[in-house]
């Protein structure tokens, strides 16, 4: 807490409680001699003549919360705190009270979440690759079986006295196919290995949704689930597209374990609304009722209902964590009949006038 003369050129220093004078460093008799502006950054000292101008316009007592600005310690070093300023009047005497709250040990708890965040992010990558792998291995073979059965057929076309270009060039369009293929398999697993820095661009939701599954149905080839998609107009969104990839295949996969427990029919389904507030991504399913006693523990880190060896409890942790970093939300509900999981995107900059809401 910190007094400050209000009609006094530089508005001085008049009195700094024993906190006030620890932030900064100083002893108390120093402490004493700083003006309004000596206390702030450089960087910030503007912000800090605005907040004095602002106060003290005012004809009568007033109060006004800055938010975050630096302050600068005896030590030249910065600190960050938030800023409350008021006034107040005794006779004929105005004076500011500066209150600052430090945000070290906040901004320390942040960082350490973050950290933690991205080693969830990892670890989940890596046990999601080691569920993939035995999946990868099969969808790998059919093409090479393709690119191995086509390349023979050239070699017996180029045995052949007469050689039918047509023939040769219809097979080598099939091996090419058949190789793209590999390609963007082996290229989709490379980048949910590498652990790249939060990279943000503004993509059409549809086609992250395409890239994602067009690798889950891999895990799904034996599940027995169909997979309906109605996103029919762009849907622009400011992301990382490899982290929501991320967490859709996450929600999907825990969606085809959900329904490996029904008899009958097994159905999913992805589609979005926008609105002025953004866009909403749907991915439900027909699957069991999430217990009422679990919903408040199944984003939390290591919670999972899968058996031991199976799940790392920090899929859905981890995509919370995503759509938070993004300035979203992810919720779901679950009634018996159909349990849906939604990413709330903010609104891209570059996003397309509102229209209806997909179906």
């Not at 901004?107 to 890596?126: C, D, M, P, Y």
Request: glycine residues 6%; proline residues 4%.
């Amino acid at each position: 807490i910190y007094l400050f003369s209000g009609t006094q050129t530089g508005s001085p220093l008049l009195f700094a409680n024993d906190a006030g004078g620890h932030l900064l460093g100083y002893s108390e008799e120093a402490v004493n001699k700083l003006k309004f502006k000596d206390i702030f950054h450089a960087a910030d000292r503007k912000r800090c003549e605005a907040i004095k101008s602002v106060l003290l316009e005012e004809k009568g007592e007033s109060l006004l919360e800055e938010g975050e600005m630096r302050v600068i310690r005896r030590s030249k070093r910065p600190v960050s705190v938030k800023v409350t300023a008021s006034t107040f009047i005794v006779g004929d005497e105005r004076f500011i009270l500066l209150c600052l709250a430090d945000l070290t040990d906040q901004k320390q708890i942040q960082a350490e979440r973050e950290h933690a965040l991205k080693e969830f992010t990892r670890i989940s990558k890596l046990a999601d690759i080691g569920q993939l792998v035995a999946g990868v291995a099969h969808e790998l073979n059919n093409p090479l079986t393709v690119v191995q059965g086509y390349a023979e057929n050239i070699e017996m076309c180029l045995e052949d006295a007469e050689i039918n270009r047509d023939e040769v060039r219809l097979h080598l369009e099939a091996l090419m196919k058949a190789s793209d293929r590999m390609t963007r398999i082996i290229s989709h697993m490379m980048r949910m290995v590498r652990q790249d820095d939060f990279r943000t661009s503004t993509v059409d939701l549809r086609d992250v949704v395409e890239d994602a599954l067009q690798f889950i149905r891999l895990r799904l080839d034996d599940s027995k689930i169909d997979i309906t998609v109605a996103l029919d107009r762009p849907l622009l969104v400011h992301c990382d597209p490899n982290q929501i990839e991320q967490i859709l295949m996450n929600i999907v996969s825990n969606a085809a374990h959900a329904l490996r427990k029904i008899d009958g029919p097994r159905h999913m389904h992805i589609s979005a609304e926008e609105a002025d507030h953004g866009i909403g991504l749907r991915i439900s399913n027909n699957g069991p009722k999430i217990p009422e006693d679990i919903r408040e523990r199944i984003m939390t880190p290591f919670f999972t209902t899968k058996p031991v060896g199976k799940g790392t409890g920090l899929g859905l942790a981890m995509s919370y964590g995503i759509m938070k970093n993004h300035g979203g939300d992810l919720t779901f509900t679950s009634n018996g009949k159909k349990t849906e999981f939604i990413l709330h995107f903010p609104p891209s900059p570059m996003a397309l006038p509102s229209t209806e809401a997909t179906a």
